[in-house]
Nanobody, 120 residues
Framework: QVQVVESGGGLVQPGGSLRLSCAAS????????MAWYRQAPGKQRELVAG???????VYASSAEGRFTVSRDTASNTLYLQMNSLTPEDTAVYYC??????????????WGQGTQVTVSS
């Protein structure tokens, strides 16, 4: 089984920065990709940024140019550096890990989320 735990959220002023962390544990070798999603009140959960295990990053249009996703393979941690934050970035940010199990069965692991609030 794969578990992910998010941290690093908090309250920040517009224009500020936060760095989110997602630590993975369990069957790490089965992970194919990890990603950050977010869900604001009244909105659907949306992809923010992801990192495939071949090193390719993926960004939503709302994040590209402001956010940077990176991976620390030694600690099995995915980071999301968020700069130039706006109130529209306020949401619960979730970490996701996906991959294939022993029988090539896809799995999807989610963390419990970390709150990011951008307000003056």
């Amino acid at each position: 089984q794969v578990q992910v735990v998010e941290s690093g959220g908090g309250l920040v002023q517009p224009g500020g920065s936060l760095r989110l962390s997602c630590a993975a544990s369990g069957s790490i070798s089965s992970i194919k990709a990890m990603a950050w999603y977010r869900q604001a009140p009244g909105k659907q959960r949306e992809l923010v940024a992801g990192m495939m295990w071949d090193g390719r990053p993926v960004y939503a249009s709302s994040a590209e140019g402001r956010f940077t996703v990176s991976r620390d393979t030694a600690s099995n941690t995915l980071y999301l550096q968020m700069n130039s934050l706006t109130p529209e970035d306020t949401a619960v940010y979730y970490c996701n890990a996906d991959g294939l199990g022993p029988s090539a069965t896809p799995f999807d692991s989610w963390g419990q989320g970390t709150q990011v609030t951008v307000s003056s």
